[in-house]
């Protein structure tokens, strides 16, 4: 059981998300999609700029409803 320095010490975020709806919890029809997205945040290179956030495009969750 021999750790290896910042590879098995440090939790990474999740950032990616489900494909399909069918491993997305169990939604319905009339559920919002948008609410179980995992989101990032980006950096501008401007200083002093706001971070955004990020999500996948919802088109492929929404389509096979």
Do not use: H, M
């Amino acid at each position: 059981d021999l750790q290896i320095p910042n590879l098995t010490d440090t939790i990474l975020l999740k950032c990616l998300g489900p494909k399909k709806t069918t491993d997305v919890f169990t939604l319905s029809k009339k559920d919002d999609v948008c609410g179980c997205l995992i989101r990032r945040e980006v950096k501008s290179g401007k200083k002093n700029a706001k971070s955004d956030t990020k999500a996948p495009k919802i088109q492929p969750l929404v389509s096979y409803i």
